[in-house]
Nanobody
């Protein structure tokens, strides 16, 4: 069983919404920061958002701030990324990643995260 499994991707029209989920198994979500990353064809993987282990700290890329919301339900071992008002430039393979550090903050740097999912595809197109 993979430790992180993303779901919820798909084809959505510009201006629409999607909710991505990251299901965690094999480690304690409550002690882990989680990040969402995306990678478009031919581009580097970029950090979209992260949430601290407690959920009290979140961080967003400027390109998604005000449109995306990260949240977590430790009881359900799941982290979510609510994507609203999506744009074609939001298209990409979306990954969740875990940092097994019980800290009050997080960062969107790839180097901060050591456990990765396999991704879910998001396509924004009319």
């Amino acid at each position: 069983q993979l430790p992180l499994v993303e779901s919820g991707g798909g084809l959505v029209q510009p201006g629409g919404s999607l909710r991505l989920s990251c299901a965690v198994s094999g480690f304690t979500l409550a002690y882990s920061a989680i990040g969402w990353f995306r990678q478009a064809p031919g581009k580097e993987r970029e950090g979209v958002s992260c949430i601290s282990s407690s959920g009290g700290y979140t961080n967003y890329a400027g390109s998604v701030k005000g449109r995306f919301t990260i949240s977590r339900d430790n009881a359900k071992n799941t982290v979510f990324l609510q994507m609203n008002s999506v744009k074609p430039e939001d298209t990409g393979l979306y990954y969740c990643a875990a940092s097994l550090t019980n800290s009050g903050i997080c960062t969107r740097s790839k180097d901060y995260f050591g456990v990765w999912g396999q991704g879910t595809q998001v396509i924004v197109s009319s």
